[in-house]
């Protein structure tokens, strides 16, 4: 048995008994794709044939970009060459929500441009601003259900307005590296195995922007399936004052 005949049966093993822990393993499954079922399903389902391919070579992004890994897949006789970009979301509960995006309230700013009440709201919201109510049901932040009526319009309002933009930023992002899939991993108990969705990013922008932009019972705030609130958390160190947003992506799992 040769070294990378070796390399794979215990990557496969590993892979069998513990799953996918990081992204490495989804790097090394597309780099042995020919010996990896995970590998090929996944190919199909970016509507590769797999007699047609030449290479696949996958490597990690480093930074903070959308996507996680970027696979490129050559083509036998037309010597195409294609790159995709993938964001990889691991996650073991199907009932669970993953941290998509965080980032202070200046960098959202930055990008969507706060009208000067809406960013006074937000920073109440997280905590960057003490309370300006009595009695507030945090004494380290508010809550969007403790602000005025109008003020939560407002709110409401600019995301409304905001949607398509907030979504795409926070899912698919922007430039070079922006996610062009999302793979979704869902690592069960070890008899139960492995199961997994890949699907095309605006597939999931549509998915997860559907519904009304809304308060929660809790005080926060809902883009249809995306969730926005405060980060907490952090031993009350100055990153707990974030602005965070989570999904459950294994969602995707159930829509295949």
Do not use: C, H
Not at 195 to 221: C, D, H, M, Q
Request: net charge positive; no cysteine; aromatic share 10%.
């Amino acid at each position: 048995m040769t070294d990378k005949q070796q390399a794979l049966v215990e990557l496969g093993s590993k892979t069998a008994k513990n799953g996918f822990k990081n992204e490495i393993f989804v790097v090394n499954e597309f780099n042995y794709w020919k010996e990896s079922k995970y590998a090929k399903e996944w190919l199909l389902a970016m509507e590769y044939k797999l007699d047609e391919i030449e290479y696949v070579k996958a490597e990690k992004v480093g930074g903070s970009y959308k996507a996680d890994i970027q696979v490129t897949v050559e083509i036998k006789l037309k010597k195409l060459v294609d790159v995709q970009n993938l964001q990889v979301k691991l996650v073991s509960n199907p009932k669970g929500f993953n941290q998509i995006d965080k980032r202070w309230l200046k960098n959202y700013d930055e990008l969507w441009n706060f009208p000067g009440e809406v960013s006074e709201l937000f920073r109440y919201f997280t905590g960057e601003l003490p309370p300006k109510i009595q009695n507030p049901r945090d004494e380290r932040r508010m809550f969007i259900d403790e602000f005025e009526l109008s003020e939560q319009i407002k709110i409401l309002n600019f995301i409304n307005e905001n949607k398509t933009l907030i979504v795409t930023d926070i899912l698919k992002g922007r430039g070079k590296f922006s996610a062009e899939w999302m793979l979704v991993i869902l690592n069960l108990k070890e008899e139960q195995g492995v199961r997994w969705a890949l699907e095309p990013i605006n597939k999931v922008l549509n998915y997860f922007s559907t519904g009304s932009v809304e308060i929660t019972p809790k005080g926060s705030l809902k883009i249809g399936r995306i969730t926005i609130q405060r980060k907490g958390g952090d031993g009350g160190r100055d990153s707990a004052k974030m602005l965070q947003f989570k999904i459950n992506p294994a969602e995707l799992i159930q829509l295949t």
